[in-house]
């Protein structure tokens, strides 16, 4: 069957997700130039922020980067304040990055506003209705971090 057929069958939910995803991708972009930054360096601050301090090469490889631009990502985040370069525990040769204080609360004051209008949206559900769109958005992140990686 042809790609474009078979997109023809899908379901209409599958629209709705990828309604979605746009819009993910929109306010991403959004909140970035609220941030007065790029839409990778937000992602490599909400990443530190969200998985705790990692080294250089890790950070590159979640941002889909080359280890020479994370580089450069890595000073202009440092020289901005909002990255902080410490000794690796274990290795004397590696150093571990971490957001600070500041760039994550900084952060959370600009996307605070979204995550309000987003728990009203969740808040205003049924108990009953919550299950199944839990269980719904739990299987649908799974497929979704299950795809375009080799089997």
Do not use: C, Y
């Not at 379901?11 to 930054?37: C, E, H, N, P, Y």
């Not at 839409?39 to 909400?46: E, G």
């Amino acid at each position: 069957m042809e790609p474009e057929t078979e997109i023809a069958h899908f379901d209409a939910t599958t629209f709705a997700v990828r309604d979605l995803i746009g819009a993910s991708q929109d306010l991403v972009v959004r909140m970035a130039k609220a941030m007065r930054m790029n839409v990778t360096d937000m992602t490599a601050i909400h990443l530190l922020g969200e998985h705790g301090p990692m080294g250089a090469a890790e950070l590159a490889e979640r941002l889909g980067i080359r280890s020479a631009s994370a580089t450069v990502l890595i000073d202009r985040l440092e020289a901005a304040g909002h990255v902080e370069r410490t000794p690796h525990p274990t290795d004397r040769r590696r150093v571990t990055l971490a957001a600070t204080a500041d760039a994550q609360a900084h952060a959370l004051r600009v996307w605070l506003p979204g995550l309000r209008l987003i728990d009203e949206v969740g808040r205003s559900l049924s108990p009953e209705e919550t299950v199944v769109v839990r269980a719904f958005l739990d299987r649908l992140t799974a497929a979704m971090d299950r795809a375009g990686r080799p089997d």
